[in-house]
């Protein structure tokens, strides 16, 4: 038995994102299969499709952006069932060139939150655990490029613990979001650096595997869902220092991903 920690980031861009955020969820390799074919149910269920098959990615920035909300709060809750018909000729349109009406609109604004809550709903029911590293945009940076980042030390670190607590004593793989190939490069190295030349990391190496793996995240699953477990600690989550006012109307989705927060008891 093995976990996964599949990691993602939403903020590096600075484009109006109050903290960079380094996000992962962990989840046993067994349910991995059926969480993702669950995932697919939700996408029918919500949009009448599967929507990550086409072109709509699964994103925070796609699917929480303050516009999405205001589309969703032009008329009253649709039923479900009308609410997916709506949406998904919302989708069609979209594909055509052809301008949805205000209910289509209205109809995919609500039926992109309501599957957010139930992504959330279905990680809970997995037992997928969340970890996140969130750095102040204004924080300075470090010249120096060989060196693991602390976030993502940090990170691997709670990731570490999370696998030592587990009675099982499993060992974890590492999934990134692919990067620019020089950038992946550049990780790999650290990360070898870290795991091989530093006394933590040599420690933390007994339960992870210190190369990482690189996806696309339009065709993963999961790495789509630390993307928005990413982004809503990045605009809905307020802890210790963290002082930037956050979006109300991503409360409900804050208090599920704070939920799914592993706390260690081997800190």
């Not at 929507?51 to 699917?63: F, H, T």
């Not at 945009?137 to 993502?152: F, W």
């Not at 109300?248 to 706390?263: M, S």
């Amino acid at each position: 038995m093995g976990y996964f920690l599949f990691v993602d980031e939403s903020g590096q861009d600075h484009n109006a994102s109050p903290y960079e955020v380094l996000a992962g969820i962990a989840i046993e390799d067994r349910e991995i299969w059926p969480f993702i074919q669950q995932m697919h149910g939700l996408e029918e269920k919500h949009f009448g499709m599967r929507v990550s098959a086409g072109e709509l990615e699964l994103k925070g920035k796609k699917i929480l952006k303050a516009k999405v909300f205001r589309h969703a709060r032009q008329l009253e809750p649709f039923p479900l069932e009308e609410r997916r018909d709506f949406a998904k000729s919302c989708l069609l349109k979209g594909n055509t060139g052809v301008s949805p009406s205000k209910q289509e609109l209205t109809a995919l604004g609500q039926a992109k939150i309501a599957f957010v809550q139930d992504v959330l709903t279905l990680c809970a029911q997995n037992r997928v655990k969340a970890f996140a590293s969130i750095v102040d945009i204004s924080a300075p940076r470090p010249a120096e490029r060989t060196m693991l980042r602390k976030d993502y030390s940090y990170l691997f670190e709670r990731y570490f613990y999370f696998l030592e607590d587990n009675q099982t004593a499993p060992m974890g793989v590492i999934v990134f979001d692919e990067l620019e190939k020089s950038q992946s490069h550049i990780l790999v190295d650290q990360m070898e650096k870290y795991f091989l030349q530093t006394t933590p990391g040599r420690a933390r190496s007994s339960h992870i595997i210190p190369e990482p793996f690189f996806v696309h995240s339009d065709l993963t699953t999961l790495v789509q869902v630390a993307d928005l477990v990413a982004y809503i600690i990045s605009w809905g989550v307020q802890v210790g220092p963290m002082k930037t006012p956050t979006r109300p109307e991503l409360n409900v989705l804050a208090k599920q991903v704070c939920a799914l927060r592993y706390r260690a008891s081997s800190a």
